[in-house]
Each structure stands twice: as structure tokens, then as C-alpha cells.
């Protein structure tokens, strides 16, 4: 909300006309992804941080966790050209990564394919320091199973997209964020999960939302040795 007195036009615009207000819980604050103000300052911002930080690789660059869509002329002007949710993301968090690449060319973004963005994009591909997290959410229309991988009828969803995704960015450009919270996901699916992305080339990683309370810390140091050679018994 740093901007939203003197650039309301960085922040989203919502169907009844309002621009997102200092009310916004920050994590749920999403900017209006073709406003270039709102692209260099967060751009800027993401600089100063890998510039405090370099000694980390991997930095995560990622709206906030909502599902409004923005309708300013911009974003409405990029959809009527065939852009979906996928690509407007994605024109935002290149922005910001050309940016951190002239100081950084050795860090990596990672952003989500996640709500809206699910589906992979129409037309704009991650730049080559960006690597797309899709999110394999636990309801009807993604990966409700999280006892099987994404072969299962139920995952249909999850599968159709992360196929998509592969297509649209390969799979460097490409990993999972899945939700182990409780027990919604457990450790031999976890690990058949990790070898169906080797197997199809997907190699971004694999990353959770919450870990598994049965076993946290082993689940951990099995997705690890996963991470280092998917196809360890």
C-alpha cells in the first residue's frame, strides 16, 4: 500500500470501478500488471532486495493470493489481443527480472501458476531467469487426491495443466508447488509426484505450501534427496 495515495493506478482495478484500498491485507494486494509505474518500482524494489541478499539464489516475485482479476483498458486491452491470466502474470514478473538480471544474471524468480493463472499462457514465455511454481490445488479442479499422482482420474485437471505449462515454457521454466498441510499429501505420493515431473522433463523443482504434520521433518529430508535424484527408491 507504500503507493496508493499518490499511484492508485499501480494497484488493481475491480469490476465496480474501485481501485484494491489501504485496507488490503497485504496478502492479498495485487497490482495492475501492465501499469509500467507499477512494474519499475516493483522492479526497483525487487533490486534493492537481491542486492541486500545476494548471497541467496532463489527469489520468490509473486502477486498477492487473490483471484480479482484487474480491468483497466491495459489488462482489458492485452486480454482482447488473446493474453489470458497466465500472460498478464508473466508480463509483470519479466519486467521485474530483466530488471534484476543486468545486476544478478546468476539468481532465479520463482513465481506461481496459481488461481487464475493456471492455465498456461497464449503468448508470453518467462524470461530466462523466471521459473513458473504451478500449484496443484487440492479441490475439484485441480488435484484433489493427494494420495496419487497426476496420472489419477481425479488430478485430471493438475495433469492437463502442468502439461500445458511444460509446453508453453519447458521444463527448466517449470516446478510444483504442492500443499502437503496435515496429512493431504503423504510421503510415497509425495515422492511419486517428484519422479511424474522427471519422467516428463519438468525440472523448475518442488516446492509445498505447509508440510505434512506425520513425519514433517523426514518428509522434508525426502523431498530433498528427491529434489538432488528423482528416481531414488
Same mark, same amino acid.
Given at each position: 500500500?507504500? @503507493?496508493?495515495?499518490?499511484?492508485?493506478?499501480? @494497484?488493481?482495478?475491480?469490476?465496480?470501478?474501485?481501485?484494491?484500498?489501504?485496507?488490503?491485507?497485504?496478502?492479498?494486494?495485487?497490482?495492475?500488471?501492465?501499469?509500467?509505474?507499477?512494474?519499475?518500482?516493483? !522492479?526497483?524494489?525487487?533490486?534493492?532486495?537481491?542486492?541486500?541478499?545476494?548471497?541467496?539464489?532463489?527469489?520468490?516475485?509473486?502477486?498477492?493470493?487473490?483471484?480479482?482479476?484487474?480491468?483497466?483498458?491495459?489488462?482489458a486491452a492485452k486480454?482482447?489481443?488473446?493474453?489470458?491470466?497466465?500472460?498478464?502474470?508473466?508480463?509483470?514478473?519479466?519486467?521485474?527480472?530483466?530488471?534484476?538480471?543486468?545486476?544478478?544474471?546468476?539468481?532465479?524468480?520463482?513465481?506461481?501458476?496459481?488461481?487464475? !493463472?493456471?492455465?498456461?499462457?497464449?503468448?508470453?514465455?518467462?524470461?530466462?531467469?523466471?521459473?513458473?511454481?504451478?500449484?496443484?490445488?487440492?479441490?475439484?479442479?485441480?488435484?484433489?487426491?493427494?494420495?496419487?499422482?497426476?496420472? !489419477?482420474?481425479?488430478?485430471?485437471?493438475?495433469?492437463?495443466?502442468?502439461?500445458?505449462?511444460?509446453?508453453?515454457?519447458?521444463?527448466?521454466?517449470?516446478?510444483? @508447488?504442492?500443499?502437503?498441510?496435515?496429512?493431504?499429501?503423504?510421503?510415497?505420493?509425495? !515422492?511419486?509426484?517428484?519422479?511424474?515431473?522427471?519422467?516428463?522433463?519438468?525440472?523448475?523443482?518442488?516446492?509445498?505450501?505447509?508440510?505434512?504434520?506425520?513425519?514433517?521433518?523426514?518428509?522434508?529430508?525426502?523431498?530433498?534427496q528427491l529434489n538432488?535424484?528423482?528416481?531414488?527408491?
Open positions: 500500500t507504500l @503507493y496508493m495515495k499518490d499511484h492508485p493506478d499501480y @494497484y488493481l482495478l475491480r469490476a465496480n470501478g474501485e481501485r484494491m484500498g489501504p485496507d488490503t491485507l497485504d496478502v492479498r494486494l495485487l497490482l495492475c500488471s501492465t501499469s509500467e509505474g507499477a512494474q519499475q518500482v516493483a !522492479a526497483e524494489r525487487a533490486e534493492r532486495w537481491l542486492d541486500a541478499q545476494n548471497e541467496r539464489y532463489v527469489f520468490v516475485v509473486q502477486q498477492g493470493d487473490s483471484n480479482d482479476k484487474c480491468v483497466c483498458k491495459g489488462c486480454r482482447a489481443q488473446g493474453w489470458n491470466e497466465a500472460d498478464l502474470m508473466l508480463h509483470w514478473v519479466n519486467a521485474v527480472a530483466r530488471r534484476v538480471n543486468r545486476k544478478h544474471p546468476d539468481k532465479l524468480l520463482y513465481c506461481f501458476g496459481y488461481m487464475d !493463472a493456471v492455465e498456461p499462457p497464449n503468448i508470453l514465455k518467462p524470461e530466462a531467469n523466471v521459473v513458473v511454481l504451478y500449484c496443484p490445488w487440492p479441490g475439484p479442479m485441480s488435484a484433489p487426491n493427494g494420495f496419487r499422482d497426476f496420472d !489419477a482420474p481425479e488430478n485430471t485437471f493438475a495433469r492437463r495443466h502442468l502439461e500445458g505449462w511444460l509446453a508453453a515454457v519447458g521444463g527448466d521454466h517449470l516446478g510444483i @508447488y504442492d500443499y502437503a498441510g496435515g496429512a493431504s499429501l503423504s510421503h510415497r505420493r509425495m !515422492a511419486d509426484r517428484i519422479k511424474w515431473c522427471a519422467r516428463r522433463g519438468i525440472r523448475g523443482g518442488f516446492w509445498y505450501c505447509g508440510q505434512s504434520r506425520i513425519f514433517g521433518k523426514l518428509f522434508n529430508y525426502l523431498n530433498a538432488w535424484d528423482p528416481f531414488l527408491d
